[in-house]
């Protein structure tokens, strides 16, 4: 046991905490976030107060175009894979960038599908009569928790991106030159259990 801790504290040592978590970066990440999930919200609630016509129906057109949930769960699974494999081959520049673009393309889709889903219950709501408190709160609840989900899994989409981006005086990206220095079977392990992650995902 003794041997396994002095291995991991020794492989761990090269990963600089300090620089890949910090307050103002997931400030950052929740600010990013916020922001694109409040765009749409006017923009669906504007839809509902048009008459029917050619104009509200090129927006209700927009708004189901941009709340894509299929396209979501595909560009996210592709960058949650090109990020398990960055543990297996973290000079990749080429991959890290590539990873980047794809994680950061979910992250748009996924932060607009949530604020489609958002104004698009509070549309629901306004047209509602006679709607009791039990039935309110019960909705209110699956959208607050149902937010929170989505609004977690795009922050991670986004923290995996900024792992990508983070550079140190070099020029380097700091999370890549961390893991370069890790043995690989440890990085193998970091991969599966990325890998694993995204499958139990998947069947869930």
Not at 50 to 62: C, H, I, M, P, R
Not at 67 to 96: E, K, Y
Request: aromatic share 14%; net charge positive; hydrophobic share 55%.
């Amino acid at each position: 046991m003794t041997t396994v801790n002095s291995y991991l504290k020794k492989q761990l040592n090269y990963i600089d905490f300090g620089s890949l978590w910090a307050p103002r970066i997931w400030k950052r990440g929740v600010k990013f976030i916020s922001f694109f999930t409040l765009v749409p919200i006017p923009v669906v609630l504007f839809s509902n107060e048009l008459s029917v016509g050619v104009t509200k129906e090129y927006f209700d057109n927009a708004i189901a175009e941009a709340n894509g949930p299929h396209l979501w769960n595909i560009a996210a699974s592709a960058g949650f894979l090109l990020f398990a494999a960055l543990f297996l081959f973290p000079r990749s520049v080429r991959l890290a960038g590539l990873t980047k673009f794809t994680l950061d393309n979910a992250l748009a889709v996924g932060a607009l599908s949530l604020g489609v889903i958002i104004g698009q219950v509070l549309t629901a709501l306004m047209k509602m009569q006679n709607i009791s408190s039990n039935q309110l709160f019960t909705l209110f609840a699956l959208t607050f928790f149902g937010s929170i989900y989505i609004f977690s899994a795009n922050f991670i989409l986004w923290y995996c991106s900024k792992l990508t981006t983070i550079r140190n005086q070099s020029a380097e990206i700091i999370f890549l030159t961390n893991i370069n220095g890790i043995d690989i079977k440890l990085r193998l392990v970091a991969f599966l259990i990325v890998l694993i992650s995204f499958i139990a995902s998947i069947i869930i």
